[in-house]
Each structure stands twice: as C-alpha cells, then as structure tokens.
C-alpha cells in the first residue's frame, strides 16, 4: 500500500496524515462529514500511523462517534475498513470464516477480522463489551501481537500485513456498567484492555455541534439552532449527571439521551414541519426525532426542559 503524508482538513483540523494512493477499493467507506475534539483526532492519528501491536478501545455514550469517528478517518486516509458488530452469542469463528450457499454449494470465504488481516484493513469491531469473556479471550490470543491466524476450516495461514488495525467500541470502558444504562454488557478480561489504548468520546460542544448542525441543515434560523442544541445538552446532563458533577452518584433521569444524529434529524424536521400553524410543528418534529420512543414520565421531563428553553 503506497501512499504519502498530506495535509489534510480532518474533522475541522488541518494535519498532516499518511494518505494512501489507491483511492478506488471498495472498502474505503463514504467520508461523511464529522467533527473531532483535538484529543480525539490527535490519538486516533497516532494510533493509525504507529499503532506498536495496541489496539484501540473507544468508548462513550451512545450517538457520541465512536464508529463515525474511525469511518470518517478511513474515508479520509484511504484506508479500507470493515467492520463487525458483536452480540452476545458471537462467537470469534463469526469473524474469522463466513460460509455461502452458492450454486448449491457451500463456499468459505475469509471473515473481517481474517481479511483485515491479511489485506492490511482496519477492522472495526463494535459493541466488544457484549462479547463473553471466553471469545474475547479468544480474540486477544488471536490478534495479539505479530504472529499469524490459522484458520482451521480452510488450512489457510495468515499472517498480519503491515497495515492491519485493529479498533473497537463499547459504551463502557470495560469495567462494567454502573449507571444500568447498557444491558448485556459485562466486565472485560484484563489480557485484552491491558492492549488497548483508550479514548473516551463525548458529545461535541456547543459551537462544534452548531456547525455540525448549520452544515446539515443551513436553513434552520440561527436562534433556532441555538435552542436546540441547549435543549440536547440538557437532556445529556438528565441523561448523565456526572456530565455536570463528576463526583454525582444520581441515578440518569432518562434512559435515552439526544445524541448529534438525533438532533440532525430533529433540525432536518423542524424545516420540514416550519409551516405547521402555531409553531406545534416544533413539538411535532421533537415527538417524531425522540421523545415518541421515552416512557410518559421521561416524556414529561424533556418537554419541561424544552419549554424552559424555547419559551414556546
């Protein structure tokens, strides 16, 4: 993989990347747009040109561009990325061997995880929290360190290329869930996160969210968006006391929370419905984005927050 390093305009920074030549392969995903804190993009950077046999572990609330963030970097770099989401009955051999009826016949062919391997992908893999603790052992032995994957099924041996990655997200940092806000995710082995670089994300501030916002949307009247993304952050901080107070041993008011993807689509609304009378189509477009999916006391408690706000 032939490439050079460019200065590039990543995320609302301009730095130099190693970009790579080849800009056709299919597995380089679409570069939608988003936005970095100077953290985030300084050690997804670091890790992506001198990784040293880690792998990186990004984790945070749900919404806050976890996957989006890798995507976006790969979009930009060229780099070909595929990308596995777990469950909690996945098993290692999902990733590593997919087996198609075709013509009739059974034919294996190479898994992300084998074919990032080899090809010298990014392989992203989501929700790791979620994997038992037995398959994530098994994970560790396997990508840890420069030794080779043989797969079993096929007698192939594999060893890892050069720019092989290995990136994975959770919503908790492997320690458990606290706050009972993501069922089914469990305490991670220690082997596996001692390799791992962690990088927390959060959800962009306000000025980074309102170009975010005005870029999606640049119709929507500039008071307009002000009010709704003060409306999202106060439904974060319900969402997440510790946002406001650290040291906060509240339990989350709500059990779901206004990510920048939802206050996109809520903006995209809120231009779609602008000729409802009365102004309800602002009530509309909130209903219809996130407040249909709350419980009738969580409901509530975001429309008080939202009329606070809005004055309406």
Known sequence: MNGEIKKIDMGGHEVPCFVFEDDMNPMIPQAVPHFYSKEELMVIRAFMEMPFDDYLYIYGDFGTGKTSGIEYYCAKTHRPLVSFCCASDTEIRDMLIIN???????RQELGV???????????????????????LTSLNELVGGNKPITLHETGETIWPHPQFRFVCTANTNGSGDS?????GTGILNKSFIDRCRMLETKYLPPDLEDQVIKEAVPSLPDAVREIIIDIANDVRDLFNPKRTDPSSSDAPKLSSVI?????????R??????DVPDGQGFWLSLEQSFTASLTPHEKLAVLEVAKARSGF
Do not use: C, H
């Not at 609304?269 to 602008?274: D, G, N, P, Q, V």
């Open 113 to 135: 995880l084998s074919l990032a391997y080899k090809m010298g992908y990014t392989v992203l893999i989501n929700e790791v929290d979620l994997l038992s603790p037995s398959e």
């Open 269 to 274: 609304m809120i231009e779609m419905f602008k």
């Open 259 to 267: 990510s920048t993807r939802t206050l996109i689509r809520w903006a």
């Open 179 to 183: 706050r009972g806000l993501y069922q």
């Open 100 to 106: 198609r009826f075709i013509d009739g016949s059974l």
